[in-house]
């Protein structure tokens, strides 16, 4: 066969199952930021403290600039080291949903701010300084590293990096509040333990055809990435809730994280920090079962995307 024959997809003819699986998997939990009730949160917004409020605010501004990022530069930049063309489709299922749940946080904003507000969040956003060096690093990463580099930067950023902000939504829901909100958070949630599985696995192929020697250096890259992001973490955790006091149960959730990130990597965990540390109402807040709404039927019987079924535990933890 000649070599520039541009080569059509088959999808009968599968290098890899798992290509298959995940768009399976991706596919089946689709979902759209306009289908949540978002508005009966009201409510419990008007009840929370400024404080509160605040930090909700500046979480969900730094949970923009990191999806916002994940589908302007992120899935495309993994899409030039594509192992086979399922991986690319698969990538483009999730480049899309990326800009899904960038576009969900400004469907809350819209519900629980004024304009004015939502302009001070989007300008705090893209000046804080931490945030930048994390979106600055992890897109330096993806316009200058290695495939392998670009697959860490990317589960990095995806079942650690979100993490600090999570934290408050799951908080809220843990004790019964603005559980809208935080269902739109829990499909995020639920999407990103597949991106994160699924793009660590990737990794782990690329990683097992390297020498002995190319697996040292790229091990010690990891954990000095891992660790540099964790300091930033650090400051910007102190920054966002030492006025509600929550900064250490936040570390403590970016700790067991950063070890779920390594997991997908198919690395050791750093931090001796597990499940059974975290702030029980948080891990409650993850573990409760989405509320349904029954948004699929709501918008009439035309819009039928397969069963909605309640949500487990297990939902999170997406594996081969
Ligand atoms: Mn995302
Ligand atoms: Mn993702």
Redesign the pocket.
């Known amino acids: 066969m000649d070599n520039n024959n541009y080569t059509a997809i088959n999808w009968n003819v599968l290098e890899d199952q798992i290509d298959k699986a995940t768009w399976e998997k991706l596919t089946e939990q689709f979902w759209l930021d306009t289908r949540i009730p978002l508005s009966n949160d009201l409510g419990d917004w008007r009840s929370l403290s400024e404080n509160d409020k605040d930090v909700v605010d500046k979480v969900f501004g730094g949970l923009t600039l990191l ?1 916002t990022l ?1 589908s302007q530069d992120g899935m495309s930049s993994l899409k030039k080291d594509i192992r086979t063309q399922q991986e690319e489709a698969v990538l483009n299922n999730i480049e899309f949903m ?1 800009s899904v ?1 960038a576009k969900s946080y400004s469907s809350i904003f819209s519900t629980l701010n004024t304009p004015k507000e939502i302009d001070d969040i989007f300008e705090w956003t893209n000046q804080n300084e931490f945030l930048q060096y994390k979106a600055q690093k992890i897109n330096d990463i993806y316009h200058n590293g290695t495939p392998l580099q670009k697959r860490v930067a990317s589960v990095f950023l ?1 079942t650690f990096l979100f993490y600090s902000g999570f934290y408050t939504p799951l908080y809220w829901l843990g004790h019964n509040k603005l559980p809208n909100v935080a269902e739109i958070i829990k499909l ?1 949630l639920r ?2 333990s597949v991106h994160g599985t699924y793009i660590g696995y990737k990794f782990q192929l690329g990683f097992n055809e390297l020498t002995d020697k190319k697996q040292e250096a790229m091990t010690g890259w990891m954990y000095d990435l891992l660790y540099d992001l964790y300091e930033n973490e650090e400051k910007y955790t102190h920054l966002l809730y030492d006025k509600v006091g929550w900064a250490e149960d936040v570390l403590t959730f970016l700790r067991y994280n950063a070890n779920k990130a390594l997991m997908n990597l198919g690395m050791d965990p750093l931090f001796p920090d597990t499940a059974e540390d975290v702030n029980p109402v948080v891990m409650n807040g993850i573990s409760t079962s989405t509320s349904n709404h029954d948004f699929f039927s709501q918008v009439g019987n035309g819009y039928l995307l397969g069963n909605v079924e309640t949500m487990k535990d297990s939902d999170y933890d997406f594996k081969f």
Do not use: A, G, K
Request: no cysteine; glycine share 0%.
């Open positions: 999806d994940q990326e749940h995806e995020i999407d990103e």
